[in-house]
T-cell receptor, first 115, second 114 residues
């Protein structure tokens, strides 16, 4: 049972336009959400995160929106640049009694920004 | 700082062979993790170590063992490799504490089991 779902395997947008990547989750215990970006033959790199007590977090061209009632989050990239072309993973975690944070990942969305 | 390093980068094994994947981090993080990534799927947690001296199973631990050698190093062992273990393996580390959820990943090891 996939607890974190990214239903769009791929997305293409024109350079300069907005990219919107979506993610849905089913576990209401998740209280922290992250987006990672991955280039081929490299490890994922952290992009932006949001706590469940917020509904928006912004960092430069990247904004993450969280709709807790819908169990949905989205990543907006404005303006999109060719260097943003990568696979984007949504991940979620829940507060645990231990110090390690287990992340549950979605299957990823391949973003292609066309020049 | 090198961050998280993994060796080897590539490995081909025959069914039944054993091997150890090495991971080291130089960020003084307490927690370390092993994930595998398969085509069309996200990363799945194999094992993790909350702190030196402790290890716990993740989502897909069968067929693997781990050792937290010291605070810097966390190894993943395949005792008897199977074709189903063909995957890309990522090691990650993170600081501990409330609100600190970001994990830093290594470059990965691409393993093929024939």
């Amino acid at each position: 049972d996939q607890q974190v779902k990214q239903n769009s395997p791929s997305l293409s947008v024109q350079e300069g336009r907005i990219s919107i990547l979506n993610c849905d989750y089913t576990n209401s215990m998740f209280d922290y959400f992250l987006w990672y970006k991955k280039y081929p033959a490299e490890g994922p790199t952290f992009l932006i995160s949001i706590s469940s007590i917020k509904d928006k977090n912004e960092d430069g061209r990247f904004t993450v929106f969280l709709n807790k009632s819908a169990k949905h989050l989205s990543l907006h990239i404005v303006p999109s640049q060719p260097g943003d072309s990568a696979v984007y993973f949504c991940a979620a975690s829940k507060t645990s009694s231990g110090s390690a944070r287990q992340l549950t990942f979605g299957s990823g969305t391949q973003l292609t920004v066309l020049p | 700082n090198a961050g998280v390093t993994q060796t080897p980068k590539f490995q081909v094994l025959k069914t039944g062979q054993s091997m150890t994947l090495q991971c080291a981090q130089d960020m003084n993080h307490n927690s370390m993790y092993w994930y595998r990534q398969d085509p069309g799927m996200g990363l799945r947690l194999i094992y993790y170590s909350a702190s030196e001296g402790t290890t716990d199973k993740g989502e897909v631990p069968n067929g693997y063992n781990v050792s937290r050698l010291n605070k810097r190093e966390f190894s993943l062992r395949l005792e008897s490799a199977a074709p189903s273990q063909t995957s890309v393996y990522f090691c990650a580390s993170s600081e501990a504490g409330v609100g600190l959820h970001e994990q830093f990943f290594g470059p990965g090891t691409r393993l093929t089991v024939l």
